[in-house]
């Protein structure tokens, strides 16, 4: 599942934001420097006597940059080091699908520039005193393969190939290596910690990359599976099974981190059991104060079992049944709008005044009192001069993913969202976040504030090196739009 939706477009805009906010001194580079002059010698001998002590810790840090805007290009990355020494890879953080991985250095047209001019990194298992292979015979590998007819004996490679709902794909082989994380230590403080963690090699470019914009180093699932990196971790003592994410729609980045979130309290709900995914039941939807007439059937129509949650998906999506009456009914506040469908993904329309005071909320119910409010500005976003909506038809999908009821970052977006796969529950609030969280130390008991992030990452010359490949595009009246699910 997951990943993302791009839109090309924008580019130059994006690159003026950023821009302005490097000029104005604006938060966005500035949370970073609390990783800087770490006294290292100390920060390793106290993970040392943690894992010593194989303690459950009070949670991990994961610093994110990025963004779920779909009038970027949208998506949320994490940086993560693997190996020893430790080298930088960017991923990014996918709670749709389950495995890790990194392009691998047999990768001959990976990218060595990518999403906003990050700086790439191809893995070599054999430049890492820690790294080594995965084989057919160990436990991991066996559960991977168990269903699948593949034939691999005890002592080859472990191979994997992990496809995305838009066709796109990794494979390659499976490696084991030491990770490192920022592992929470105090109050808005962390220090530096490792774990043991399989994840796959890619052997090729994983997409038909149509420009290096979007390239990252790999993709970080936080998917349910065991094979996630969070369930290894878990599993090996290290981490709680719990993490939250705080994607921040307006300044980028946000919080991500992995344990046991005390505060801010948040309504839970039941997880669907037996889903690959994080699916709930939704139960109501109001637009403004009109709740639509859906019965519970339509909520469930074809095989849907729940909505899915997907934080690496950029818009959110509804079988027609559910789509139809939720945009007619949005679309009712404002009779005189004139609708300009382009290429028939998107509807659009000429629209000047504030999009918050001239459309209505709409508010998502779940099991359990659980509700979810997305505004008007979360769910239009501008492009190319027009207002366009960020809801769409799943009926118009292909395959599994037809009738499918989707929920990604338009409507994840500047909310805490909260994933317990110990009870199987999920819940949000909203949440400002660019602010912090606190984490509780389940051996000490202890709380932790853990902040916000924005990873600084920017580079406008890649943005004005492709705008020419933009504007002819544009220019050709193309507009790419993709969704790896
Ligand atoms: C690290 O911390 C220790 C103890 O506080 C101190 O003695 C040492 O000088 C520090 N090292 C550096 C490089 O700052
Ligand atoms: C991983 O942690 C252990 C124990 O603290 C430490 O000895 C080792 O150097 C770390 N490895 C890397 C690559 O940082
Ligand atoms: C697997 O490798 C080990 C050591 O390299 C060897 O002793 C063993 O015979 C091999 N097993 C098979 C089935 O090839
Ligand atoms: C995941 O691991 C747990 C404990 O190790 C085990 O009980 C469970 O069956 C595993 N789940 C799957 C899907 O293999
Ligand atoms: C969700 O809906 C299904 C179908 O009505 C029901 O069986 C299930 O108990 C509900 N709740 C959860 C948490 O799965
Ligand atoms: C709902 O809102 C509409 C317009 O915003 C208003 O005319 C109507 O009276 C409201 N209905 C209720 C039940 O509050
Ligand atoms: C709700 O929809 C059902 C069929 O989909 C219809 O029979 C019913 O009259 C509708 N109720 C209202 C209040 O519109
Ligand atoms: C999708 O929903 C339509 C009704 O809106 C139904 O006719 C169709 O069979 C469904 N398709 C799948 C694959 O569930
Ligand atoms: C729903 O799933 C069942 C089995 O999982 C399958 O036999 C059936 O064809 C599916 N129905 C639709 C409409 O996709
Ligand atoms: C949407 O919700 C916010 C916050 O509750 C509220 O201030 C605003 O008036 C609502 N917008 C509309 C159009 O009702
Ligand atoms: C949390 O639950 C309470 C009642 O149990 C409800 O009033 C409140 O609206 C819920 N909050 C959210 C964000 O779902
Ligand atoms: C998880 O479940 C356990 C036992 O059912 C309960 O004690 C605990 O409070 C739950 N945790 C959360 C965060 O709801």
């Given at each position: 599942m997951g990943r993302i939706l791009y839109v090309y477009a924008m580019i130059l805009l994006n690159c003026l934001i950023w821009t302005s906010s490097i000029v104005h001194g604006g938060g966005v580079f500035e949370v970073s420097s609390k990783f800087g002059g770490r006294n290292r010698s100390l920060d390793a001998l106290k993970a040392h006597d943690s894992i010593r002590h194989l303690q459950i810790l009070a949670g991990v840090d994961l610093p994110i940059g990025g963004t779920g805007r779909p009038d970027a290009v949208g998506l949320y990355y994490a940086k993560v080091g693997i190996g020893t020494p430790a080298k930088d890879y960017y991923v990014q953080v996918d709670t749709g699908s389950d495995i890790m991985w990194v392009n691998c250095i047999s990768c001959q047209q990976c990218p060595t520039r990518g999403y906003h001019g990050l700086e790439l990194t191809q893995y070599n298992v054999k430049d890492s005193l820690t790294g080594k292979l995965v084989s057919c015979g160990q436990e991991f590998c066996k559960e991977i393969m168990r269903g699948s007819s593949s034939d691999c004996t005890v002592n080859e490679t472990c191979l994997y190939t992990e496809i995305y709902g838009d066709g796109t794909f990794s494979m390659g082989y499976f490696v084991e290596d030491f990770v490192q994380y920022d592992r929470v230590s105090g109050d808005l403080q962390t220090e530096s910690a490792n774990g043991s963690v399989i994840f796959g090699c890619g052997a090729g470019p994983s997409a038909d990359l149509v420009s290096a914009d979007d390239a990252l180093d790999g993709v970080l699932g936080f998917g349910k599976e065991n094979?996630?990196?969070?369930?290894?971790?878990?599993?090996?003592?290290?981490?709680?099974?719990?993490?939250?994410?705080?994607?921040?729609?307006?300044?980028?980045?946000?919080?991500?981190?992995?344990?046991?979130?005390?505060?801010?309290?948040?309504?839970?709900?039941?997880?669907?059991?037996?889903?690959?995914?994080?699916?709930?039941?939704?139960?109501?939807?109001?637009?403004?104060?009109?709740?639509?007439?859906?019965?519970?059937?339509?909520?469930?129509?074809?095989?849907?079992?729940?909505?899915?949650?997907?934080?690496?998906?950029?818009?959110?999506?509804?079988?027609?049944?559910?789509?139809?009456?939720?945009?007619?009914?949005?679309?009712?506040?404002?009779?005189?709008?004139?609708?300009?469908?382009?290429?028939?993904?998107?509807?659009?329309?000429?629209?000047?005044?504030?999009?918050?005071?001239?459309?209505?909320?709409?508010?998502?119910?779940?099991?359990?009192?659980?509700?979810?409010?997305?505004?008007?500005?979360?769910?239009?976003?501008?492009?190319?001069?027009?207002?366009?909506?960020?809801?769409?038809?799943?009926?118009?999908?292909?395959?599994?993913?037809?009738?499918?009821?989707?929920?990604?970052?338009?409507?994840?977006?500047?909310?805490?969202?909260?994933y317990d796969l110990e009870n199987q529950t999920i819940g949000w609030t909203e949440y400002n976040c660019s602010s912090s969280i606190k984490l509780k130390d389940e051996i000490t008991g202890s709380v932790h504030l853990v902040g916000a992030h924005s990873l600084p990452s920017y580079s406008c010359r890649s943005a004005e090196k492709s705008l020419t490949f933009l504007l002819l595009m544009l220019l050709h009246g193309f507009l790419i739009v993709r969704w790896l699910l």
């Amino acid at each position: 599942m997951g990943r993302i939706l791009y839109v090309y477009a924008m580019i130059l805009l994006n690159c003026l934001i950023w821009t302005s906010s490097i000029v104005h001194g604006g938060g966005v580079f500035e949370v970073s420097s609390k990783f800087g002059g770490r006294n290292r010698s100390l920060d390793a001998l106290k993970a040392h006597d943690s894992i010593r002590h194989l303690q459950i810790l009070a949670g991990v840090d994961l610093p994110i940059g990025g963004t779920g805007r779909p009038d970027a290009v949208g998506l949320y990355y994490a940086k993560v080091g693997i190996g020893t020494p430790a080298k930088d890879y960017y991923v990014q953080v996918d709670t749709g699908s389950d495995i890790m991985w990194v392009n691998c250095i047999s990768c001959q047209q990976c990218p060595t520039r990518g999403y906003h001019g990050l700086e790439l990194t191809q893995y070599n298992v054999k430049d890492s005193l820690t790294g080594k292979l995965v084989s057919c015979g160990q436990e991991f590998c066996k559960e991977i393969m168990r269903g699948s007819s593949s034939d691999c004996t005890v002592n080859e490679t472990c191979l994997y190939t992990e496809i995305y709902g838009d066709g796109t794909f990794s494979m390659g082989y499976f490696v084991e290596d030491f990770v490192q994380y920022d592992r929470v230590s105090g109050d808005l403080q962390t220090e530096s910690a490792n774990g043991s963690v399989i994840f796959g090699c890619g052997a090729g470019p994983s997409a038909d990359l149509v420009s290096a914009d979007d390239a990252l180093d790999g993709v970080l699932g936080f998917g349910k599976e065991n094979s996630s990196m969070i369930s290894q971790l878990a599993s090996a003592g290290r981490v709680k099974n719990m993490f939250a994410h705080c994607l921040d729609g307006v300044n980028g980045g946000g919080i991500f981190a992995i344990g046991n979130v005390v505060q801010p309290k948040v309504n839970m709900t039941a997880l669907v059991p037996n889903q690959p995914h994080y699916n709930v039941n939704m139960t109501a939807i109001e637009v403004g104060n009109a709740t639509l007439n859906i019965t519970q059937e339509l909520f469930r129509i074809g095989n849907n079992s729940g909505a899915i949650i997907d934080s690496g998906t950029t818009l959110a999506y509804f079988p027609q049944a559910i789509y139809d009456p939720l945009v007619i009914t949005i679309l009712s506040s404002q009779p005189n709008l004139k609708l300009q469908p382009i290429h028939d993904d998107y509807t659009c329309f000429d629209y000047s005044g504030s999009v918050d005071e001239g459309f209505p909320n709409v508010t998502f119910h779940f099991e359990n009192s659980l509700s979810l409010k997305v505004y008007p500005r979360d769910y239009l976003f501008p492009f190319d001069g027009l207002m366009c909506v960020g809801w769409q038809n799943s009926g118009l999908l292909s395959g599994d993913k037809k009738n499918i009821t989707l929920l990604g970052d338009l409507v994840l977006s500047n909310k805490l969202v909260l994933y317990d796969l110990e009870n199987q529950t999920i819940g949000w609030t909203e949440y400002n976040c660019s602010s912090s969280i606190k984490l509780k130390d389940e051996i000490t008991g202890s709380v932790h504030l853990v902040g916000a992030h924005s990873l600084p990452s920017y580079s406008c010359r890649s943005a004005e090196k492709s705008l020419t490949f933009l504007l002819l595009m544009l220019l050709h009246g193309f507009l790419i739009v993709r969704w790896l699910l």
